[in-house]
Structure formats: C-alpha cells, structure tokens
C-alpha cells in the first residue's frame, strides 16, 4: 500500500484566513499521524498564502512520520529547506497568481536552475523529489539529475470529465509510472485526488507515496480531521467510500 502523505496547508489557510492561531497546525498534523498518516506534507509558497516559516519549525520538532517539505527551485527556498532538513523535499513550479500548482516542473526548460536546487539540496544530505506530469521527456530528465523520486501530478487525471479521458490520463500515469520505475527513481503521485478518483492511481506498480490535502481538509469539514484520514486510507486500500 502506498505511503499517505496528508498535506495540511488548507488547515494553515483557514487559519491565515483570521490571522490567529486556529485552527492549530501542530495538533492538525499529530491528528492526521494518530489516524494512518505516514507522512504530513506542507508547501511553503513565496507569497506565504498558508504555510508560514515558523511553521516548518514547529513541524520539523513534533511530528513523528516523515516531512515533505514542498517548494520552488528559488534559491531562497532553498536555503530554507537545507535549514530545516525536512525528511524530504519536492521542488514544485510556482506561479502566484495561480490557485494551486498548475502544472508540472520544466525540468527540461529549466534544467540547469532546478540542477542546482537540486545539487544544493543533496550536498546537505537531503532527499529530493520533483514535481512533473506525466510523461516520459520530463520522467528521463529528472533520472539525469539524480534526484531519489519524482511525484506525478494526477491534475489532468482528476479533472478528465469522461471515461475515455480518465482512462487515457490513468494510462499516462502508468506509463511514466513504468518509466520511473525502470530508471530506477521512487514513485510518488499527487494533486487532486479524491476519495473517489485515488484507488486506480493507488494500483499503478510500486506507488509508494500519495500526497493528498484538499479532499481530506474538505471531508474533516463534515467528519473530523480523524475520519477524513482513515477514509482515505481504506480509499488508498480500494474500498469505496463515501464522506
Ligand atoms: N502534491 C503537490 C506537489 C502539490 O503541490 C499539491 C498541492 O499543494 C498536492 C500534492 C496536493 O494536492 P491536493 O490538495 O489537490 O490534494
């Protein structure tokens, strides 16, 4: 079974909606660990929309499961990453204007900044994943890097409005799947999965980590932090559910 990786950032954005301290980031995380999170995820975007700095902190002291620390190729992101030293960092693209991460890293566009985000990073002895869709140019291109994973974006596969489309975007995350397993990386999938889209993607060969935040902060509307957990686990596991 896939790792859970629950991102948290919308418990920070309704938090940031006041401008206080509630809802409590630190007792999000630990509930999430509690009810079968294997890992919390959290992405510190430069506009600080959600997370915040210090928030990397109190995680980093507290949690128990592993940190995936996501973040732009910036070089003062980075910075902060290696100071941190979360249990894994995921270099993602980063628009602000955007609503949320809109597509996958240019890593072939880009190779030589996010090669040195990258290099940065492994010198201080950090693992490193990349964010990127799902096909096999941007798949070879993380390979020549280096880095230990890649994370698929399943966004295009979320959003297919027919069964065709599904399938067809299924059939891309399978293929790439492939693809990163031959080159030898770790399989990591993510963004915009639901308790009703995520089963398929769990299945692809060898997924290890699937980074899930806006379905399940959604459901904890309804059912409590705890629930939403422990239904997408047994989601992640093939049952159906229903919030
Ligand atoms: N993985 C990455 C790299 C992301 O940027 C995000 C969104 O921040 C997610 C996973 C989670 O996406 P969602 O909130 O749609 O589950």
Redesign the pocket.
């Known amino acids: 079974m896939p790792r859970l ?1 629950v ?1 948290i ?2 418990v920070a954005t309704l938090r940031q909606a006041r401008g206080g301290h509630e809802p409590d980031l630190l007792q999000a995380a630990l509930v999430a660990e509690a009810s079968g999170a294997d890992g919390i ?1 959290v ?1 510190l975007r430069e506009d600080r929309r959600h997370i915040q700095d210090g928030d990397l902190w109190v995680l980093r002291k507290s949690i128990k499961t592993r940190m995936n620390l ?1 973040l732009a190729i910036e070089p003062a992101m980075v910075a902060i990453a290696i100071e941190v030293r979360p249990d894994e960092i ?1 270099f ?1 693209p980063e628009n602000r204007a955007e609503l ?2 809109e597509g996958g890293l240019d890593v072939i566009g880009q190779r030589a900044r996010v090669a040195e985000a990258v290099r940065r990073c492994q010198a201080a002895g950090l693992d490193v994943s990349l ?1 990127i869709d799902p096909s096999l140019d941007p798949v070879r291109a993380s390979a020549d890097l280096g880095v230990t994973a890649v ?1 698929l ?3 295009r596969y ?1 959003d297919a409005t027919n069964p065709e489309a599904v399938q067809r975007e299924l059939a891309a995350l399978v293929d790439a799947g492939a693809l990163v397993r031959r080159l030898g990386l770790t399989l ?7 308790y009703a889209n995520v089963g398929p993607v769990a299945t692809i060969a060898e997924m290890t980590e ?8 959604s459901a904890a509307v309804f059912v409590g932090l705890e629930t939403a957990v422990r239904k997408m686990k047994a989601a992640i596991l093939g049952e159906a559910v229903t919030i």
């Open positions: 990786g991102n950032d919308h995820t992405h996501e995921t993602v949320t991460t964010f994370e974006h399943t966004g979320a990591h999938s993510g963004h915009g999965l639901n699937l980074n899930i935040g806006h379905s399940i902060i």
